[in-house]
């Protein structure tokens, strides 16, 4: 009775070999995949932010980006946490591949409709760096805290890069908000901590955030 129990449960969890790498359309974030398959990470509930929110983030170096959006909180909270992601994170320097719902163990992948983000999605990019070599990440949604408006995403396990981005949005004076923008991050690789990754992420966040902009004053139109 045990081993059918158990067995009905891993037969609902869907295994990383089960991924439609033809509707992923990115050879990068496929090796990555492969990778994890390698490193026996076969089912997506195997699949571990590397930091959880209320670890602790020593030894981790630091980055911090502000940003603001001439909107109510209100309104930009919503608008950040219920974006389709599919959407939010496809811009120039980035391109979203796949996502995993953990809670409702399903996929989504390119053109695929999500009602926003949402704890325990693991969300899958490639990353384009200076148009010339592109790389594969992925990290999974770990907090969407409605009521002290945060949003926390930790890179996988598996990634290069181990820590976790935090996004506090704050109600300014003039009625506009404030995001700022925390990671915490490290590598096994001096170098690509100390001047790859900062110099790099900052880019990135930039584009992202200004995407969001892009998108919000759209959706207004």
């Known amino acids: 009775m045990f081993f059918l129990l158990y067995h009905s449960v891993c037969f609902g969890q869907m295994y990383l070999s089960d991924v439609e790498f033809d509707k992923v359309g990115c050879e990068q974030v496929e090796h990555f995949v492969k990778s ?4 026996n990470t076969e089912t997506f ?17 630091f980055h911090e980006r502000e940003y603001v959006i001439k909107d109510s909180l209100p309104k930009v909270w919503s608008f950040y946490v219920h974006t389709n992601p599919t959407i939010a994170w496809n811009a120039s320097r980035f391109s979203f591949a796949m996502l995993f719902s953990k809670p409702n163990n399903e996929m989504i992948y390119q053109n695929g409709h999500v009602d926003g983000i949402d704890a325990g999605q693991v969300i899958y990019l490639n990353l384009n760096v200076l148009r010339i070599k592109k790389l594969a990440t992925a990290f999974e949604i770990t907090t969407v805290d ?11 396990e598996d990634n290069i890069t181990h820590g976790k981005q935090q996004l506090t949005f704050i109600k300014m004076r003039r009625g506009y908000t404030k995001i700022i923008h925390r990671t915490y991050f490290k590598s096994e690789s001096t170098l690509r901590d100390h001047f790859l990754y900062p110099y ?11 995407n969001m902009k892009h998108l919000l004053k759209a959706s207004e139109n």
């Not at 994890?36 to 490193?39: A, L, R, T, Y």
């Not at 509930?45 to 170096?61: C, M, Q, W």
């Open 36 to 39: 994890q398959i390698n490193n």
């Open 200 to 210: 790099f992420h900052t880019r990135l966040t930039n584009t992202y955030h200004r």
């Open 45 to 61: 509930s195997d699949v571990k932010p590397s930091l959880e929110p209320t670890a602790s983030t020593n030894g981790f170096r």
């Open 146 to 156: 409605d009521k002290k408006k945060v949003i926390e995403f930790s890179y996988v």
